[in-house]
Structures are given as C-alpha cells and as structure tokens.
C-alpha cells in the first residue's frame, strides 16, 4: 500500500480565496484524521471520521473550514475564506480501531 | 490545562546514552497511548504504542505506562544521532489527543 496519500503537497494562496485539500486514506482504515500542526499550538485535531461519518469536529477553528469523506477512499477539508492565520501544515491519518495513526506527508498551506 | 502535556525540551544527551522522554495526560479514560517521532519537515511515525500498566521494549525503545500516576514515558537506549527529532505522545480512548512534542538532540 502507498500509504495516506495527500495532495497537494504545497499551496500558497492570497487571502480571500477558497483552499480545498485532499487526502486517500490507507485501504482498509476505518478512521480519518485531519489535524493542523503550527509551531505555536503543535499538532491539533480539527475533525476526524468513523466510516466515513464525521464523529468530532469540534476542533474545527470556525465555520470557514469543513471537511468531507464521500466515500472509504477520498475525503477533504476545505478553508473558504483563507485568511493568513490559516497557515500551517494540514496532516490527514488514517487508522484502525486501533488508533494506530498513519500520517500523510502534509500539505503546506500558506495564505498571503 | 491541556489533556497530554510534555516537556518541550530541548534535550540532548550524548551519543550512546539513554535519552529519558516524559508525559503525562489528564482523560483518565485514555485507554491507549502513542509515541511518535517526527523529523523536521516530515510526518509524524509511529515508533511504539502501550495499553496496559509496565513496561513494552521493541530494540531500542521502551515505553513505560502507569495509569494510576497518567504517566507515560519513553527510553531510547544507546542513542544515536539518528534519533534526534520532535516525539510526539499520543494518548487514545473516546478522545485522541496528542502533546506538543519534546526535542531531542543526541550529540555524536
């Protein structure tokens, strides 16, 4: 398997505009996971998914960001609008029950 | 309060000693719990994961859980330069919560 793969891997944006990222979870995992690492707050859960059914999102900053999984394979998290506070580095993971996360390589947001 | 805490660090041990990394959580229904190391620029890897109370070893690594204090910690033995990255504790049950991380940097 290829892993959490997401994309893009890098994204500048000005502000104001509408960032969708994307990420294939590993075959077979059950839970999706989107967090968004700064180096002031660390790794922070923003939502994550059981079946493809959002479980928690309550550490979704504001209603400018959503997230969706239409199916086991695809899910995204979209920001709209973009404001420069937004930049970060976004990670999906995807797990077992076991919560045995596997993260994707990150996509690199900036918003200017 | 935030639900898992670590030092920050930095911390940096010489080559070939034993680099020594704590946490602590709050959820006392935290049922499983994570340490994952990440390099700059990259993400994070799981490198051990415990459940019950004592001690796990896989080669290096030993990870130690004791529910009753909601402490958790990681031994590297003999580190290696290798090993200096940020490590990440994870704690897991109806909530998923990670930690800040600590630095580390092992000094050939």
Redesign the interface.
């Known amino acids: 398997d290829a892993g959490v793969i997401q994309s893009p891997r890098h994204e500048v944006t000005e502000m104001g505009q509408e960032v969708t990222l994307r990420c294939k979870p590993i075959s077979g995992h059950d839970y999706l ?1 989107w ?1 968004r690492q700064t180096m002031m ?5 923003l939502i ?1 998914f059981n079946n493809n059914v959002p479980i ?1 999102d309550s550490g979704m900053p504001e209603d400018r960001f959503s997230a969706k999984m239409p199916n086991a394979s695809f899910s995204t998290l979209k920001i709209q609008p973009s404001e420069p506070r937004d930049s970060a580095v976004y ?1 999906c993971a995807s797990s077992l029950y ?9 996509t690199r947001l900036t918003v200017v | 309060q935030k639900e898992v805490e670590q030092n920050s660090g930095p911390l940096s041990v010489p080559e070939g000693a034993i680099a020594s990394l704590n946490c602590t959580y709050s959820d006392r229904g935290s049922q ?1 719990f ?1 340490w994952y190391r990440q390099y700059s620029g ?5 490198i051990m ?1 415990i459940y019950s109370n004592g001690d796990k070893e896989d080669g290096r690594f030993t990870a130690q859980l004791n529910k009753a204090s909601q402490y958790v910690s990681l031994l590297i033995r003999d580190s290696q330069p290798s090993d200096s990255a940020t490590y ?1 504790c ?1 704690a ?1 049950g109806n ?7 600590t630095s580390l940097t092992v000094i050939p």
Request: glycine share 16%; proline share 3%.
């Open positions: 996971f967090y707050r660390g790794l922070e859960l994550y928690d990670f076991d919560q045995k996360a596997f993260f994707g390589q990150g | 499983s994570f990259k993400s994070p890897e799981l994961f990440l994870a897991g909530q998923f919560y990670f930690g800040t991380g």
